[in-house]
């Protein structure tokens, strides 16, 4: 492997390839066609673009049923939805936006365009990505597809014991939601690892961390997290499903339980999760920022403290869910102390946000509408957190409707608009056409006035003590005029996303071809065609600073690699701080076997629910399935 300059005219193509070699490219790194080789694919491009297909559409799911719930409250005593059925909706709501459209949102942009933003050709481990994805799917389908059979669990998305404990909730309901958020757990794992190694080594020559673009350092902290708070979930929900299956006595109280312990498990993972969401959609932020004002991003050096700080204090606000549970006030106070410290990086990133605004010519494309549609949501949200982080006015407040309008201010604005703003960023390179930008603004001004129409008048209803988790309320209490305006707001709020659901799928066909870089940005994923090639980047560039397109285009010249082989899988390995090539890493094929180890491990999983003989059954076959994926194989053949 060895490097090389060559100079290109800007108006001229970058670098005159071997059409012979092109094609062998090409063929080594395409995906199987047909029906069967749907199963095959490890590219970590289709891999990612299904995590984010199957997100948005977990998303309208849930979103339907956020109508349903909105419909069911907006007058009192309402028989629309019984108190059963109500819960159920709740319950699969609430667990499907957090399980199974916000992580594997954030992942699936992170997989598909981390790899490009560093120059690398793909991640490190390209079928464990794919069993990722399909252990996903096959989860999240089960989970969702419970609530069609009358089976779906009621205990709420959060599943406190006692209530969650099979005297109170028998039946199935609990047990789905135990296994089958467990099982999609090790989905996010494996797309952390994954994302782990390949920033740390997978990047271009020359791209030292401190070149890395933004979002790149987002998601590093992003998989980071999720390698410490998503083992606690898993821990919390096998004590749930031993307590259920084997009458252990982890959570009951009568034999020395402690149901405290649920709530410290799952909000050590909890509040964490909530930045696992948040953290990414910051680099997008700061990604559109960067392209729609033409200029480096201000404070890039505090920008990367911010999110590392985010990602270490967010593991110390776990107990500020548990201010009315009456443990002891010293230790509360450390809690609320570290609750409002979140805030500290938060704005500080905020500020350098605006101060890269200020002064810009910035073209108000649609990403550019959805990113300043979140510093107002946003705002809001963080005011309301540091108003809920003091312990006297959460106790207030605890259990109303304040909390459920702070949480989605804090989620929908804090994370949902800007990948939505994302989307608009990225489809040109996803699918190499333009989306509408008319419907695109349509889109968000429908969406940010049905959002705030929603969840302000929450604030209020919290404050004059409505309270969450009930499916009606009596006539009389003043709640019916903010209940009936959220509703309408709700409605306005769903033809917003629809609209750009519709402009997603239209564009497809009949939006502008696009071309490799129509924003003018400065980061390498804009480098490739659009849609990118099998392989990403033709030649693997040589990076000499933060915005190498803007660089390039400044010197008239490139640096890229050569001599990678085009008969083989072949990745440039660099050095973890300063990318400094090291060695050149050979990849795996596609191959059916990481979607026969996803059924494999999904037997023993859903066939728990029936008996513990299936979890046996299914270890033995996904031990089996993981045997022929290991299997050795022919070696390539060396010229």
Not at 206 to 227: C, D, E, T
Not at 228 to 251: E, G, H, Q
Not at 560 to 578: C, H, K, P, W
Request: charged fraction near 10%; charge should be neutral.
């Amino acid at each position: 492997m060895t490097l090389t300059d060559r100079t290109f005219d800007p108006g001229a193509p970058a670098v005159r390839d071997d059409p012979e070699e092109t094609r062998r490219l090409e063929e080594t790194w395409r995906s199987p066609s047909g029906p069967v080789g749907w199963f095959m694919p490890v590219n970590q491009r289709i891999i990612g673009r299904r995590f984010i297909v199957t997100a948005f559409v977990f998303f309208l799911l849930a979103g339907a049923l956020g109508l349903l719930i909105r419909l069911q409250l907006a007058v009192p005593e309402n028989s629309l939805l019984g108190p059963e059925l109500y819960n159920q909706i709740v319950t699969t709501h609430g667990t499907t936006m957090m399980f199974l459209f916000a992580i594997p949102v954030v992942e699936g942009f992170a997989i598909f365009m981390a790899p490009m933003m560093i120059g690398s050709r793909d991640m490190a481990f390209p079928r464990l990505n794919a069993f990722g994805y399909y252990v996903y799917l096959i989860g999240g389908v089960a989970f969702f597809g419970s609530l069609f059979v009358g089976l779906a669990p009621a205990a709420g998305w959060f599943n406190y014991v006692p209530l969650a404990n099979k005297e109170f909730s028998p039946g199935l309901g609990v047990g789905i939601w135990t296994t089958m958020i467990t099982f999609i757990e090790v989905s996010a794992l494996t797309a952390a690892v994954e994302l782990i190694v390949t920033i740390l080594k997978l990047r271009a020559p020359g791209m030292s961390l401190n070149r890395m673009p933004l979002f790149v350092w987002s998601v590093l902290v992003m998989a980071f997290m999720i390698l410490f708070a998503m083992p606690t979930i898993i821990v919390a929900s096998l004590l749930l499903i031993l307590d259920r299956l084997v009458d252990t006595k982890f959570f009951i109280v009568e034999a020395g339980g402690e149901p405290l312990l649920w709530q410290h498990l799952f909000w050590f993972f909890g509040h964490p999760e909530v930045y696992i969401i948040l953290v990414p959609a910051l680099g997008v932020i700061s990604s559109v920022i960067t392209t729609f004002t033409g200029r480096p991003i201000f404070g890039y050096t505090a920008l990367v403290v911010s999110l590392v700080a985010t990602g270490f204090i967010s593991f110390g606000l776990w107990v500020h869910h548990m201010f009315a549970t009456g443990l002891p006030q010293l230790g509360l106070s450390f809690f609320m102390a570290a609750s409002a410290m979140i805030a500290i990086p938060n704005g500080v990133q905020v500020f350098c946000w605006l101060a890269s605004l200020w002064g810009a010519k910035i073209r108000l494309a649609t990403p550019m509408l959805w990113v300043l549609g979140f510093f107002v949501i946003f705002v809001i949200g963080g005011l309301t957190g540091v108003m809920v982080a003091s312990i006297p006015f959460d106790l207030q407040v605890h259990g109303t409707f304040f909390l459920v309008a702070h949480f989605h201010y804090v989620l929908i604005g804090g994370a949902v608009f800007p990948l939505i703003g994302g989307l608009y960023y990225w489809y040109p390179k996803m699918t190499g056409r333009l989306m509408s930008e008319r419907l695109g603004k349509w889109s968000f001004w429908l969406a940010f006035l049905g959002f705030n129409l929603t969840f302000f008048p929450m604030h209020q209803l919290g404050m004059e003590g409505m309270p969450r988790r009930i499916y009606t309320y009596i006539d009389g209490l003043g709640w019916e005029g903010m209940n009936l305006l959220a509703t309408a707001g709700s409605v306005v709020l769903a033809l917003g996303f629809l609209l750009t659901a519709f402009n997603f799928w239209v564009s497809m066909r009949r939006g502008r071809p696009a071309g490799d870089d129509p924003w003018g940005a400065p980061t390498l994923e804009w480098r490739t065609s659009s849609p990118p090639a099998p392989y990403n980047h033709r030649h693997v560039a040589v990076v000499h600073g933060r915005y190498p397109l803007w660089q390039e285009r400044e010197a008239g010249r490139r640096e890229v690699v050569i001599g990678l082989r085009s008969d083989r899988r072949e990745m440039v390995v660099t050095s973890i701080l300063d990318a400094e090539p090291q060695s050149v890493q050979v990849l795996p094929g596609p191959t059916i076997w990481p979607f026969v180890s996803a059924v494999a491990a999904s037997t023993g999983f859903i066939g728990i629910l029936v008996s513990p003989i299936f979890f046996v059954i299914g270890f033995f076959l996904a031990f089996f399935s993981f045997v022929g994926w290991l299997w050795p194989r022919r070696p390539w053949r060396e010229d």
